[in-house]
C-alpha cells in the first residue's frame, strides 16, 4: 500500500492506495480530516465507433451510514442521486473533461463514493481530489493532476477551506478547481462581495491548490501510469482539402445571418452536401461532419480575434436587446417575461406556507428549504425534438445557480414568513438561460411583492484565445459558448456578487485574463439592471390570489396550551378558521390564511390561548356548561370564562337555560379580571341598554 498525506489549512489530507478497490483501472482511499472518500476510475479496453464525444461518466453517491444516520422513507436505503450528488458530480466533471483528449472515445467512468463524513470537511471538495489521484493511476490519458479548495470570508478574513461552522457567518462559499498555477473551474455564492474580493480569494485558493498538486505529483510516481493514444482517424489531407475549397466560402458567410434558427439550416444545408458523397462509408461520413464543424469553429473564432467582431455583428462587450413584461402570467403570485436576443424565460412564483418547505433528507443532517428555483429546459427552445423524462443534470445545475444567485436578496423569514417557489420556463434559447432565469426571477419576486431592496442580474462571459491573442465576449451566444474556450457567469446587484460559475475547455486560464473577464462582466451586469429597473424597480403589493401570512413569537411556555391534548385546540382554531398554522420551538406562530378576514381571526384566537385577554375586548365563544348562577363559555380552544346569570342581559333572568344552551355560539365581552385572576365575561355589555 502506497500512503502520501500533507497538512491542508490545518487538517491532514491522505491518499492511499492499493488495499481497497484493486481490480479497478485505478482507485484511491482519500480522507481529510475525518472525512474519507473511496474514489475508482475504470475504462473499456476498446474505443467506440462512430463517436464524436468523450463517453465519461462521473458519479458521486453520499452514504447515510457515512455521517452515522439511517435514510429517510419507506425503504430506508439510498435511492436516485439527490440534487446535491449531482452538482458534486458536475463539479467534479466540469474540471476534468477538458484535460481528456478530445478525441478519446473509450468509456471512462469514475466513481465516487463518501463513506464517511466528520460534519466538518465537505466531500466535494475531496471528490475532485480524489478523482484527479485515481486517474493518475489508471490507463487514461489525463492531463493533471487538479485540486480543489474552498476559500471563505470570515470576519473580513480569507479562510482555506472553512468549516461548516465557519461557513455560517462567512460573506464567501468559493469553490476553486486548478492545475499548478491555473484556474480550470470556479463555482461560488457570496453576499454581495466586490470583484476585488474573488480575485484575492483565487490567489488564496492557488496557494492551497498548488499544496495538493505537488502531493498528488508525489504520490504517482509511485505507479507507472503510462497510456498509448492510438489516432483511429480515417479522413484524409485530400478530403480535408477539398471540403477546404468547397466550402469554406460557405461556412464564412454563415456569420453574415442574422437568426440563429437561419444560420442552422444553413449550416445543416452544407454539412449535408459535404458529407453525402461518403455515406457508405460510415466512420469517413461521421469525421467529415466532424471536420465541417471544426471549419464553423475555426471561422467564428478567426472572425472574433481578427475583426473584434461577434457572430452576430455585435462588438465584444455588447449586450443584446433586452425586453421585458412583467405579469405575463394573471394567476400566478408572480411572473415575468424577461427576453435577451434570442435566449427568453418565462418565470413564474408561487408564496406558500410553512408547510410547502422542502425537507432535505441528507447524509449531514435534515433540514428545511423555504427558497426553491426549478429550471426546465424542454426542446422546443432550441428548436429540436427530444425525450420528456427526469429533470437531467444539466437542469438541476443551472436551477441551482440561479437559486444561489438570487438567495442573498430574500428578506427575512421574520419580515416575509412564506416559502417562495420560483419556475424558470425556458422557451428560447441563444446563450446563457441559467443567466436570464435570475433576471427573470429577481423580476418576479418584486412583480409577486416579495420586499428584496432591489434587482439581481447575471451574465455570462466568453472567451476565445489562440494562445497569444484573446478576447472577451459579453453577454455569449450558444455557437460563442459551443466553439468559445469558456463560459463564466457572473451574477449580482450593482454592489457586488451574489453567484458566480467558471467552465473552460482549456487546460487553465491566468489571473490577468479572469480580471479583465470580471471587469467586463461588472459593466454588462449594470446595464442588464438599468433595464430590469425601467421595467419595476419595487415590489409590488402582494398578489390577491397569494395566501395571507403572518408569524409572531409566543412564549415558549404556552405551546403546550396552544397545542392542547392530542393537538385538539390547534386543530380546533385552523377548523374555525380556515387557516394553517406552524408553530417553531422557539415560540414561533405562522398563520396562513386565504384571506385578511380569516388571518385576522385565527391571528385573535391564537392571541386569546397564548395571551392573557384585555379588558374590553370581545370574542365569539360557545356554551360548553349551564350552571344555576351562570354560564360557562369557552372563548378559546381550552379557555373558559364565566359569564353570570346577572350579565346575561338587561333584563332579569330567572333560569339560565332560558336563554343558554349547551354548544350555542354566543359574543361575549371579557369586562372583569378578577384578584383571583378568574376571567368574567357579560353578554348583555353588547346589546343595547332599553330606557
Not at 372 to 401: D, K, S
Request: charged residues 25%; negative net charge; contains cysteine.
Amino acid at each position: 500500500m502506497i500512503k502520501v498525506e500533507k497538512n491542508i489549512a490545518g487538517r491532514l489530507l491522505k491518499i492511499e492506495s492499493g488495499q481497497i478497490a484493486r481490480q479497478a483501472g485505478g482507485s484511491v482511499f482519500i480522507t481529510y480530516g475525518e472525512t474519507a472518500m473511496l474514489a475508482a476510475v475504470c475504462c473499456s479496453s476498446e474505443p467506440r465507433e462512430n463517436l464524436n464525444f468523450l463517453p465519461m461518466q462521473v458519479e458521486y453517491r453520499e452514504k447515510h451510514y457515512a455521517g452515522g444516520k439511517i435514510p429517510g422513507g419507506f425503504f430506508k436505503r439510498e435511492a436516485k442521486p439527490t440534487d446535491a450528488e449531482v452538482l458534486t458530480s458536475r463539479l467534479t466533471d466540469r474540471p476534468i473533461r477538458p484535460l481528456i483528449p478530445k478525441n478519446y472515445r473509450n468509456d471512462l467512468q469514475i466513481m465516487l463514493t463518501t463513506m464517511s463524513y466528520d460534519g466538518v470537511n465537505t466531500p466535494d471538495v475531496v471528490a475532485a481530489i480524489g478523482a484527479s489521484a485515481a486517474l493518475l493511476l489508471s490507463p487514461v490519458p489525463f492531463d493533471g493532476p487538479i485540486a480543489s479548495v474552498k476559500v471563505g470570508l470570515v470576519d473580513g478574513e480569507y479562510v482555506l477551506n472553512p468549516t461548516l461552522e465557519q461557513m455560517e457567518s462567512s460573506d464567501l462559499d468559493l469553490m476553486v478547481t486548478g492545475k499548478k498555477d491555473k484556474i480550470c473551474m470556479i463555482e461560488g455564492g457570496s453576499n454581495f462581495v466586490p470583484e476585488k474580493t474573488i480575485l484575492e480569494a483565487l490567489d488564496i485558493a492557488m496557494e492551497g491548490i498548488n499544496d495538493i498538486v505537488d502531493l498528488q505529483m508525489e504520490f504517482s510516481e509511485h505507479f507507472d501510469n503510462s497510456y498509448e493514444m492510438v489516432d483511429n482517424t480515417v479522413i484524409t489531407d485530400e478530403v480535408i482539402k477539398s471540403l477546404e475549397d468547397s466550402f469554406s466560402d460557405k461556412v464564412e458567410k454563415l456569420l453574415d445571418m442574422d437568426s440563429k434558427q437561419a444560420m442552422d439550416v444553413a449550416y445543416n444545408e452544407i454539412v449535408k452536401e459535404a458529407s453525402t458523397p461518403h455515406k457508405e462509408d460510415e466512420k469517413m461520413y461521421s469525421e467529415v461532419k466532424e471536420y465541417v464543424k471544426t471549419m464553423f469553429k475555426n471561422a467564428v473564432r478567426k472572425t472574433v480575434l481578427e475583426k473584434k467582431v461577434r457572430v452576430d455583428g455585435r462588438g465584444l462587450e455588447d449586450v443584446r436587446a433586452i425586453s421585458i413584461v412583467p405579469s405575463l402570467l394573471p394567476r400566478v403570485h408572480g411572473s415575468a417575461l424577461f427576453t435577451r436576443g434570442e435566449t427568453q424565460a418565462i418565470v413564474a412564483l408561487t408564496l406558500g406556507n410553512a408547510r410547502d418547505e422542502q425537507i432535505i433528507d441528507s447524509m449531514a443532517s435534515d433540514y428545511k428549504k423555504s427558497f426553491m428555483l426549478h429550471y426546465n429546459f424542454p426542446p422546443y427552445c432550441v428548436g429540436e425534438t427530444g425525450r420528456i423524462g427526469f429533470t437531467n443534470r444539466r437542469e438541476i445545475g443551472h436551477g441551482h445557480l440561479a437559486e444561489r444567485s438570487l438567495k442573498p436578496i430574500l428578506p427575512s423569514s421574520e419580515e416575509f414568513p412564506y416559502t417562495i417557489r420560483v419556475v424558470s420556463e425556458i422557451t428560447e434559447s441563444n446563450g446563457s438561460s441559467s443567466m436570464a432565469s435570475v433576471c427573470g426571477g429577481s423580476l418576479a419576486m418584486m412583480n409577486a411583492g416579495v420586499p428584496i431592496k432591489e434587482h439581481v442580474a447575471g451574465i455570462a462571459m466568453g472567451l476565445i484565445t489562440d494562445g497569444k491573442n484573446h478576447a472577451v465576449l459579453s453577454d455569449i451566444l450558444g455557437t460563442e459558448d459551443f466553439y468559445g474556450d469558456m463560459d463564466f457567469k457572473v451574477a449580482g446587484t450593482k454592489d457586488g456578487i451574489s453567484a458566480i460559475q467558471l467552465d473552460l475547455k482549456v487546460p487553465g486560464l491566468p489571473m490577468e485574463i479572469l480580471s479583465m473577464a470580471l471587469e467586463q462582466a461588472n459593466k454588462g451586469r449594470l446595464h442588464i439592471l438599468d433595464e430590469m429597473n425601467k421595467a419595476i424597480s419595487s415590489p409590488n403589493a402582494l398578489s390577491q390570489y397569494a395566501p395571507q401570512i403572518e408569524s409572531f413569537k409566543i412564549d415558549k411556555e404556552k405551546i403546550g396550551a396552544l397545542i392542547g391534548p392530542g393537538g385538539k385546540n390547534i386543530k380546533a382554531i385552523q377548523e374555525r378558521a380556515e387557516c394553517v398554522i406552524n408553530i417553531e420551538d422557539d415560540g414561533t406562530v405562522s398563520i396562513s390564511a386565504a384571506d385578511r378576514a380569516a388571518l385576522d381571526n385565527a391571528i385573535s384566537q391564537v392571541k386569546a390561548v397564548t395571551e392573557d385577554p384585555k379588558v374590553g375586548t370581545v370574542f365569539d365563544g360557545k356554551v360548553t356548561k349551564l350552571m344555576e348562577f351562570g354560564a360557562f363559555v369557552e372563548f378559546a380552544p381550552g379557555r373558559e370564562g364565566l359569564v353570570h346569570i346577572s350579565q346575561l342581559a338587561w333584563e332579569r333572568v330567572n333560569k339560565v337555560s332560558d336563554m343558554l344552551s349547551v354548544g350555542d355560539p354566543v359574543k361575549i365581552k371579557l369586562f372583569e379580571i378578577d384578584k383571583q385572576g378568574r376571567l368574567n365575561f357579560s353578554m348583555k355589555l353588547l346589546m343595547d341598554k332599553p330606557e
